[in-house]
Nanobody
Framework: QVQLVESGGDLVQPGGSLRLSCAAS????????MRWYRQAPGKERELVAS????????SYADSVKGRFTISRDNAKRTVYLQMNSLKPDDTAVYYC????????WGQGTQVTVSS
């Protein structure tokens, strides 16, 4: 079955950096586009970044452009989200996502940006 396991969330000060990882299994990772979403308290889940199968195409929410970078390692079946210049507004649970016949989500990893 499809499994997505996120890791790397932490408490970080404003201006700091984190790298999130999402380990995938149960589907053909190399032919699947991958996405990172986030959900802040009291807000709807929003798409943060997406990456094509060969990493040739990426896209970002306007709020994270220039600060976040999505990447993938098909050999390791892992997608990453490098987050730099973090702001308090980036505080959220971050989820990995893949769309097959259904949508699949990981359990999420908490990112808290606070001094």
């Amino acid at each position: 079955q499809v499994q997505l396991v996120e890791s790397g969330g932490d408490l970080v000060q404003p201006g700091g950096s984190l790298r999130l990882s999402c380990a995938a299994s149960g589907f053909t990772f190399s032919v699947s586009a991958m996405r990172w979403y986030r959900q802040a308290p009291g807000k709807e889940r929003e798409l943060v970044a997406s990456i094509s199968t060969d990493a040739g195409s990426t896209s970002y929410a306007d709020s994270v452009k220039g600060r976040f970078t999505i990447s993938r390692d098909n050999a390791k079946r892992t997608v990453y989200l490098q987050m730099n210049s973090l702001k308090p507004d980036d505080t959220a649970v971050y989820y990995c996502n893949v769309r097959q016949l259904s949508q699949y989500w990981g359990q999420g990893t908490q990112v808290t940006v606070s001094s």
